[in-house]
């Protein structure tokens, strides 16, 4: 199983022409946590950062999170220092510590849900790992159809990417693609 | 046009991060096979798989297959060796042969197609390489619009892929996006 | 700012596994040229083209254009020679020029619009550096949806991609996606 997060990782890291960690003790307790959270939530969360356990308020923090290609362009790393740029894996660019890109109201929204959930009326589980996802899905995230003016891009989420990972233009570059009635996942 | 399908097997080895056979002669006759796939069906489908001559059914193993990112991701290599890991193409992990990922009912699908089509009604032909794909494309294969729960990535086809080719989310983040009514931007 | 230009452009490069040119001081001229075109359009426009100034007509040339995906696959570089491919970054191919890929009735387009400006009616701003997009999109150029025949890619343009970013089919690959009621393709 960490094998499989291993894998992951490093086929991501491949694609984007990233790196891992170099120091394998460090990456290992990186990899570890999302096994823990992928364990404990259904879903590999970011280990460096509080999840609420609800998938669509989590979502902007499953690794790859929605953060790791703006803060890997702008200071070489991703929050954990899981994912990073060449010259910084090779020590040419010292690692530093990279600030919360995180909107706060993303933060506010997911820990409220955290502190509600266990209190109030509990999801309908459906299925072992899933159940919190199928139950809070649908219900209070609004996603739209994004495109990307540059390049065409199409995606589903609540909002834009801050990069697209087609042609790397900015998030102001996508629009809304309005479809006549509603879309639903 | 062996050199054609060669430089797109660069392209996408570079994209992703992989690299090619580095025996030139056993490369040289993949692509030799690619080339001869594609002059015969119109598409270049797996060199070591056999097609049936119908596209939405040898769609699955149009290389790169839809099988060649877990594999790669698992296994090292693709099921041909085509494409592979770093490690592999270096020699330092060895090449092992990869198991058939392709689900037996795609390929009774497509063999049962195969055997099929000399003896019946043959398809009208509509334009030199395409004639077939054209007859056979909206009738048998029902596609639908599926999105990646993580990253949003969208895509139109009969399965979600096997791993999301933007975040790398398996295939069970894949759902399906039910639209209303017709597009307009 | 140039920074910022350089970053993506670093960044866009990985993705792709391409290499940016290998002269600091000729790649600087290049993210000099696509920053004042940045500055001047509000869109990073190939600083080796002639941009127009109407958003819509020169997508295809707003950096990474539509022709750097191609040219670097059949002659190792694009038309700028900014993205170039391993081998003739490192110097053992030669750097040649690229012939212009782009069809002739997309520069006649843009270079008429480009004209007109002036002259007629302005467009109405609506917010700084976008108003010229904001006024023009929607109206002179038909966008549809496509998908890729072979990897179900989906993307909002005017016309296919030349290659599939995700799979490297050929444009040829491409067909629109009309959605009805139920997609169907």
């Not at 460090?26 to 259904?42: A, I, P, S, T, V």
């Not at 060449?86 to 919360?100: A, C, H, N, Q, V």
């Not at 589903?156 to 042609?167: A, T």
Request: net charge positive; with cysteine.
């Amino acid at each position: 199983m960490l094998e499989q997060v291993r894998k992951r990782a490093e086929a991501d890291a491949r694609t984007y022409g990233y790196f891992l960690h170099p120091d394998p003790e460090f990456l290992n307790d990186l990899l570890e946590g999302l096994k823990r959270n992928e364990e404990r939530y259904g879903y590999p969360s970011c280990p460096c950062r509080l999840a609420s356990g609800v998938f669509e308020y989590d979502r902007d923090i499953i690794c790859p999170c929605d953060y790791r290609d703006p803060d890997v362009q702008e200071f070489g790393s991703c929050y954990c220092a899981l994912y990073m740029r060449k010259d910084l894996y090779e020590g040419k660019t010292p690692i530093r510590s990279i600030p919360e890109r995180r909107p706060p109201e993303k933060m506010a929204r997911a820990y409220a849900t955290s502190a509600e959930a266990p209190s109030g009326k509990a999801p309908t589980p459906t299925a072992p790992s899933t159940a919190v996802v199928a139950a809070k899905e649908t219900t209070q995230v609004k996603k739209k159809i994004w495109y990307c003016k540059q390049c065409g891009y199409v995606c589903f989420r609540e909002d834009p990417p801050y990069v697209c990972p087609i042609c790397k233009a900015k998030r102001e570059m996508f629009a809304e693609l309005t479809l006549r009635t509603d879309a639903q996942g």
